[in-house]
């Protein structure tokens, strides 16, 4: 299958894009853990986008890309979803490839964080982040957050 990977500012996302980013992001976020919260929290505007399409140009995975100083003092990664059908394919691990990529050449080799559902730990764990040990409830969902260090990667 062919898949064709962009990031892109906000201000660079076509309207249609950044729609089906959004669809995608409720899709998994909202309807299937059936929790009801703000995705919309103002941040997208200021943020990266990372996203895949499929060969017939669906996006099947987005993650959001934060500059440092807008969540937190480093740059973070947020908002990540594979489109359900694609979970296991290997998917995810691309697009946590791509934004760690981008993330080094965008705001220089720093550290990233995250803030993960902790059942995906030993994911990220795959991509070197470590738990800073702070646990928490987020939507009551249980997340841990997560640091990746440049001596890590």
Known sequence: MHLDWQIKHYT????????????????????EQNCPYLDLDGKDKKCYHAF????????????????????????AIGRVVIQEEYRGSGLGHDLMEECIKFSNLEFGYSPVRISAQKHLENYYGKHNFVSTGKEYLEDGIPHVEMLLTPNQK
């Open 12 to 31: 660079d996302l076509s309207l249609n894009e950044f729609h089906d980013i959004i669809a995608l992001r409720l899709e998994a976020f909202v309807v």
């Open 52 to 75: 895949c399409r499929d060969g017939k140009g669906n996006i099947i995975s987005t993650a959001r890309i934060v500059p440092p100083g807008l969540i937190y003092s480093e740059a």
